[in-house]
C-alpha cells in the first residue's frame, strides 16, 4: 500500500467513493486497507465490517481485519479471520505471515514457524518474512533464512531499517556456527547501522572484544 501524504490522499478518494456508491464492498476494503495502513483503527474497523456485510466471501477484507485485531491484542480473533482469508484465497500469502505473527503472540513456535514457511514458500522475494523466520529460530537454526535476509535486503536501493537488526541476528548465528570472519563484518555493520540506545549494542562490542576486534564508528 501507499505512505504518509499519499495514504491520507488515497483514504479521501476513497472516502468520496463510498459516498457516491456505497454498495461496493471493494471501496470499504480498500478505505479499511488504507486506514489499516494510516494506523487508523476505528476507520479500518468500520470499513472493513461494512465491506464484509456487503460481501461475506471477500478474502482481503478477513486478512484486512486479521491485521487489524492482532495489532489490537485480539489474537484468536485475528487467526480466525487470517484462516478463513487464505480458505477463500490461498495465494494471500501475506496472510500466512500475519498468522505466524499471532503465533508468535501465543508463544505456539511450531505454528509459527509453519506460517512463515508456507508464507516464503509462497513468495521467497519477501526478505522481511525470511528475517523474522531467521530470528524465532534463533543463533542453532536461523543461520539460512537470516543469511538470504541479508543478502536479498542488500540488493534493494532503498534498505528497510530492520535491516540493522538483521545484522546482529546474523552475526550471532555466524558466531554460533563458528564463521568468526563473517560475525566480525555483520557486528561492524550493525554497530554503524544501528541505532545509538538499541539494547544489543552493548551484545556486539563484547563478541567483537572477544574476538580481539577493537571497534572504532565509521
Same mark, same amino acid.
Given at each position: 500500500?501507499?505512505?504518509?501524504?499519499?495514504?491520507?490522499?488515497?483514504?479521501?478518494?476513497?472516502?468520496?467513493?463510498?459516498?457516491?456508491?456505497?454498495?461496493?464492498?471493494?471501496?470499504?476494503? $480498500?478505505?479499511?486497507?488504507?486506514?489499516?495502513?494510516?494506523?487508523?483503527?476505528?476507520?479500518?474497523?468500520? &470499513?472493513?465490517?461494512?465491506?464484509?456485510? =456487503? +460481501?461475506?466471501?471477500?478474502?482481503?477484507?478477513?486478512?484486512? %481485519?486479521?491485521?487489524?485485531?492482532?495489532?489490537?491484542?485480539?489474537?484468536? +480473533?485475528?487467526?480466525?479471520? %487470517?484462516?478463513?482469508?487464505?480458505?477463500?484465497?490461498?495465494?494471500?500469502?501475506?496472510?500466512?505471515?500475519?498468522?505466524?505473527?499471532? $503465533?508468535?503472540?501465543?508463544?505456539?513456535?511450531?505454528?509459527?514457524?509453519?506460517?512463515?514457511?508456507?508464507?516464503?514458500?509462497?513468495?521467497?522475494?519477501?526478505?522481511?518474512?525470511?528475517?523474522?523466520?531467521?530470528?524465532?529460530?534463533?543463533?542453532?537454526?536461523?543461520?539460512?533464512?537470516?543469511?538470504?535476509?541479508?543478502?536479498?535486503?542488500?540488493?534493494?536501493?532503498?534498505?528497510?531499517?530492520? =535491516?540493522?537488526?538483521? $545484522?546482529?541476528?546474523?552475526?550471532?548465528?555466524?558466531?554460533?556456527?563458528?564463521?568468526?570472519?563473517?560475525?566480525?563484518?555483520?557486528?561492524?555493520?550493525? %554497530?554503524? =547501522?544501528?541505532?545509538? +540506545? &538499541?539494547?544489543?549494542?552493548? +551484545?556486539?562490542?563484547?563478541?567483537?572484544?572477544?574476538?580481539?576486534?577493537?571497534?572504532?564508528?565509521?
Amino acid at each position: 500500500m501507499l505512505r504518509g501524504a499519499n495514504l491520507a490522499e488515497a483514504l479521501r478518494y476513497l472516502t468520496r467513493a463510498i459516498e457516491i456508491d456505497p454498495n461496493r464492498a471493494e471501496y470499504h476494503l $480498500y478505505r479499511g486497507w488504507a486506514a489499516n495502513d494510516a494506523g487508523q483503527p476505528a476507520i479500518a474497523r468500520d &470499513s472493513l465490517m461494512r465491506a464484509l456485510a =456487503l +460481501d461475506r466471501q471477500l478474502a482481503d477484507a478477513h486478512w484486512q %481485519l486479521g491485521v487489524m485485531l492482532r495489532k489490537q491484542g485480539a489474537v484468536l +480473533d485475528a487467526v480466525r479471520h %487470517l484462516q478463513k482469508a487464505l480458505e477463500l484465497r490461498p495465494t494471500r500469502f501475506e496472510a500466512y505471515a500475519s498468522l505466524a505473527e499471532c $503465533y508468535e503472540e501465543r508463544a505456539d513456535w511450531a505454528a509459527a514457524e509453519a506460517a512463515w514457511r508456507k508464507a516464503i514458500q509462497g513468495d521467497p522475494n519477501r526478505p522481511y518474512w525470511r528475517y523474522r523466520l531467521g530470528k524465532m529460530l534463533g543463533p542453532q537454526r536461523g543461520l539460512a533464512e537470516l543469511e538470504i535476509a541479508v543478502q536479498q535486503e542488500e540488493q534493494k536501493a532503498v534498505r528497510e531499517p530492520w =535491516l540493522s537488526g538483521a $545484522y546482529f541476528e546474523l552475526a550471532e548465528a555466524e558466531f554460533a556456527a563458528g564463521k568468526r570472519a563473517a560475525a566480525k563484518d555483520h557486528y561492524i555493520q550493525f %554497530l554503524n =547501522l544501528g541505532r545509538q +540506545d &538499541s539494547p544489543y549494542r552493548g +551484545d556486539a562490542l563484547k563478541r567483537l572484544a572477544s574476538m580481539g576486534v577493537r571497534y572504532e564508528q565509521m
